[in-house]
């Protein structure tokens, strides 16, 4: 079996664990649309690899994609103590953080989760209950110096800001996967 056909039949399985986050998608709509996406899946792959539990959550047929979104439990591990974005991590001078969350999400062909989409995967389960994932920060927030991150606590969820050169060993970042859905 490839790495591929590894990848597919954990997404699978994942989906079929799953169906109350994707109703009405059927997998073979899934399987199509990744079957012609080899950039998609080589995403997929690293969501997978850095502990994101990458599941469908959506499909949009205006523009005719599915949506996928980390949905691991807690934040990454693979992708935790990181700062905001790659400005961030440039302007931190004294012990500074590995990697930034924007470029890590860049780097792996995906998107930071919107607070829209926070909202949208916390609907779908708890997630996020002992760690915090930073989230997409509107250009208002992050020209002030400040970046935005989501949890959930108390049977909530929360959004909360911080310093974008912060970084903590429980908050990472979410991913979202938009996949052109097959004719």
Known sequence: MSRADDLLATLEARFAAHPHRHPGISWDAVRGALDGAPEALATLAELEATGGGPDVVGRDRATNTITFFDCAAQSPTGRRSVCY??????????????????????????????????????????????????????????????????????????????????????????????VPAAP
Request: net charge neutral; proline share 5%; with cysteine.
């Open 85 to 178: 974005d790659p400005e961030a991590l440039a302007a931190r001078k004294k012990h500074p953080p590995r990697d930034s969350a924007v470029g890590m999400a860049r780097a792996m062909g995906a998107e930071l989760l919107t607070e829209a989409e926070y909202q949208v995967l916390q609907a779908l389960g708890e997630f996020d209950t002992t760690t915090s994932s930073w989230l997409h920060t509107p250009p208002e927030v992050r020209e002030l110096g400040g970046a935005i991150f989501g949890d959930r606590r108390f049977g909530r969820v929360f959004t909360y800001h911080n310093g974008a050169d912060s970084y903590y060993a429980a908050r990472g970042f979410r991913c979202a996967l938009r």
